[in-house]
């Protein structure tokens, strides 16, 4: 064993017991390391049950299209396939994964009904003997389009006269409780600009990004004799799978049991609920275990990546250093449906502005909808990229006053007690002492002022 | 062309099957013969999750159409501990906390076990290049070249015999 273990610095923790101290600093033995180097971990796909039948799904190529009509007739013809389902063969083809939690509305349909309003969306799913069969008939499916201006741009989507992606919504943005983005409003930062002696304004932009899972998502669901299914699963979220797909099915939960945990790599790429609902109709209506499972090409194009992000932000700098503004419009693209992209923009502005102790603070956080692959989760969705931009930003306004960037941080970041943007005081924050630890470690040197300060008094400052 | 009798010898046990001509060999083991320890990852050779040795080579099992290596030798994930004992690669992979998800696992330790049984005392440089073709997505990459030296260090104190050294890395 290669570890050195330190001591572990105990002062942050004063105040908590001595005897909770059991865990961190010792060595523990991952629980399920065993299973994974002998092979004996079961993963969804490790399951074979017999008579399985295969889903493949045929999927729009067009970005947003009418679809006048689909012509199943030759996909029907090759040899195996048992049996296509459309949106007529789901319970409640209306959904969204959240209304769990009470977000609304209902805007992605499970299969296409009349309309398609991304590259890749599922419009009818084939069920087949083998594999071979399912893709050979998925690909002989005929769509016939009428094509659709479509917007893959988060600001053009918001201009006048933009086309509309999703009509549930009726515009290109979520709804926070009647206002047309996510708000914060603290202080006046117009004044503050007036005030400041630098004003500095910048742009920041990320692509998705796509989690790439090694396992690709998938389910294997099988009808049990007493009515229920099993669906063996890779999906981030059992109970929230089960919940949806149940809704979806129109049956009781009970009629459900989730069997899974074993996820070959998420990273938040497994949380929405795309697979499970349409494979559970298959085997309800063919009473057979079907298995459908994304190939490598659908799960880089189809599967939810992180959000696109656009940010602009406009900061009120005086000559020390001090921040006294900051105005921040920020963008995530939705893709074209909800998904959990609502929820990543809320999480966006409660990471507004920073780490810092702002004065004035605005911001607008848009939830937009275009034609690109619906966005969802993935490691800290709605905050790793406002952190990009933030802390980039935090560079630039350094570089612009030629200071020190870790001394513009210790000069602004918050101390326990201070009143945060969103009007919560700001409790344990240790951003200083974090600073001031890490300059030790990679020996940047920093003068005494900044060495004394502390995230528990505003002293110095 | 009508399916055929195809064996081959499968963590040292000749095993039969009835294939269908261009059925791969990752399709065999997982559903033939029931060895999911190799896994299907991309289908297309570029992830390695379903690597295992072919004659002590490793190769992605999911590009070989079984009956191009009808009779030869095969060794899964499944054959490398002996009586539920873990092997050196296996107990320094649990050790060095080489393992995350656990997707890629089988084709890196596979991989492992060829480059251990022609060189046992690999450089860093070695055993990166050995993994150059397995993805671990969780990047878990460096303790598991850690745990890779490790276990090389674990055999040269245990006087393990190196194996039968292998030919050309196969291509992958």
């Given at each position: 064993m290669t570890y050195r273990l330190a001591p572990i610095d105990k002062r942050p923790f004063a105040a908590e017991r001595e005897d909770d101290f059991t865990v961190i600093g010792s060595v523990v033995q991952r629980s399920d390391a065993r299973g994974h180097v002998t092979g004996r971990t079961e993963f969804f796909e490790d399951v074979a049950p017999p008579g399985l039948l295969h889903l493949k799904m045929h999927r729009s190529a067009r970005h947003?299209?009418?679809?006048?009509?689909?012509?199943?007739?030759?996909?029907?013809?090759?040899?195996?396939?048992?049996?296509?389902?459309?949106?007529?063969?789901?319970?409640?083809?209306?959904?969204?994964?959240?209304?769990?939690?009470?977000?609304?509305?209902?805007?992605?349909?499970?299969?296409?009904?009349?309309?398609?309003?991304?590259?890749?969306?599922?419009?009818?799913?084939?069920?087949?003997?083998?594999?071979?069969a399912a893709l050979e008939g998925a690909a002989r499916v005929r769509v016939d389009y009428e094509d659709l201006p479509a917007v893959f741009d988060v600001e053009e989507a918001l201009a006048e006269g933009a086309p509309l992606v999703n009509e549930y919504h009726g515009q290109n943005f979520f709804k926070y409780e009647g206002h047309h983005c996510r708000r914060i409003r603290f202080g006046d930062v117009e004044k503050a600009f007036g005030q400041a002696d630098h004003v500095f304004e910048w742009r920041y932009e990320s692509a998705p990004i796509e989690q790439a899972p090694t396992e690709t998502t998938g389910c294997v669901v099988v009808p049990q004799a007493d009515g229920r299914l099993r669906i063996h699963s890779d999906t981030q979220a059992c109970f929230f799978t089960l919940d949806n797909t149940a809704l979806i099915l129109e049956v009781p939960f009970n009629r459900l049991r989730i069997v899974g945990g074993t996820v070959g790599g998420?990273?938040?790429?497994?949380?929405?609920?795309?697979?499970?609902?349409?494979?559970?109709?298959?085997?309800?209506?063919?009473?057979?275990?079907?298995?459908?499972?994304?190939?490598?090409?659908?799960?880089m194009q189809v599967s939810s990546p992180r959000a696109a992000e656009r940010i602009y932000i406009k900061d009120a700098v005086m000559d020390d250093g001090r921040?006294?503004?900051r105005k921040v419009t920020l963008y995530v693209d939705s893709g074209a449906y909800a998904r959990h992209t609502p929820y990543g923009t809320t999480k966006a502005a409660a990471h507004l502005p920073g780490p810092y102790s702002i004065p004035n603070v605005w911001a607008d956080c848009h939830c937009v909808f275009t034609n690109r692959t619906p966005s969802s989760a993935m490691r800290g969705f709605g905050v790793t990229i406002g952190d990009f931009a933030l802390e980039s930003q935090m560079d630039r306004v350094a570089r612009a006053l030629s200071m020190d960037p870790l001394r513009l941080r210790l000069l602004n970041a918050y101390r326990d007690g201070d009143l945060k943007a969103h009007r919560k005081v700001a409790e344990g924050t240790a951003l200083v002492e974090v600073i001031q630890k890490t300059a030790e470690l990679v020996g940047h040197e920093l003068p005494e002022a900044y060495r004394r300060m502390s995230s528990t008094t505003r002293e110095g400052l | 062309m009508p399916s055929q009798i195809v064996s081959l010898v499968v963590n040292?046990?000749?095993?039969?099957?009835?294939?269908?001509?261009?059925?791969?060999?990752?399709?065999?083991?997982?559903?033939?013969?029931?060895?999911?320890?190799?896994?299907?990852?991309?289908?297309?050779?570029?992830?390695?999750?379903?690597?295992?040795?072919?004659?002590?080579?490793?190769?992605?099992?999911?590009?070989?159409?079984?009956?191009?290596?009808?009779?030869?030798?095969?060794?899964?994930?499944?054959?490398?501990?002996?009586?539920?004992?873990?092997?050196?690669?296996?107990?320094?992979?649990?050790?060095?906390?080489?393992?995350?998800?656990?997707?890629?696992?089988?084709?890196m330790i596979m991989v492992a076990e060829a480059l251990l049984d022609r060189d046992p005392d690999p450089s860093e440089e070695d055993?990166?290049?050995?993994?150059?073709?397995?993805?671990?997505?969780?990047?878990?990459?460096?303790?598991?070249?850690?745990?890779?030296?490790?276990?090389?260090?674990?055999?040269?104190?245990?006087?393990?015999?190196?194996?039968?050294?292998?030919?050309?890395?196969v291509s992958r």
């Open positions: 947003h299209a009418r679809i006048r009509g689909v012509d199943l007739t030759a996909a029907l013809a090759v040899p195996g396939v048992t049996r296509i389902l459309t949106h007529a063969d789901i319970p409640n083809n209306l959904y969204t994964p959240l209304k769990l939690i009470g977000v609304g509305p209902d805007d992605e349909p499970i299969l296409a009904v009349d309309k398609v309003r991304y590259l890749g969306e599922p419009i009818c799913a084939v069920v087949a003997e083998s594999e071979a998420g990273f938040g790429g497994k949380v929405d609920v795309t697979v499970e609902p349409v494979a559970c109709v298959a085997a309800m209506v063919t009473d057979r275990p079907v298995k459908f499972v994304y190939d490598r090409d659908e799960e921040i006294i503004g | 040292g046990e000749p095993r039969e099957f009835i294939a269908r001509p261009g059925t791969t060999l990752l399709t065999i083991l997982r559903e033939s013969l029931g060895l999911t320890a190799a896994k299907r990852g991309c289908a297309q050779g570029s992830c390695g999750t379903c690597t295992v040795l072919v004659d002590d080579r490793p190769a992605t099992a999911c590009l070989v159409a079984v009956e191009t290596v009808a009779d030869h030798s095969v060794r899964t994930l499944e054959g490398v501990a002996s009586d539920g004992n873990l092997d050196e690669v296996q107990s320094s992979f649990v050790d060095n906390f080489a393992t995350q998800c656990g997707f890629c696992t089988a084709g055993v990166i290049e050995a993994i150059s073709g397995n993805v671990c997505r969780c990047t878990g990459y460096r303790p598991i070249v850690i745990a890779i030296l490790d276990a090389a260090r674990r055999r040269r104190e245990a006087g393990v015999e190196p194996g039968r050294p292998a030919e050309e890395a």
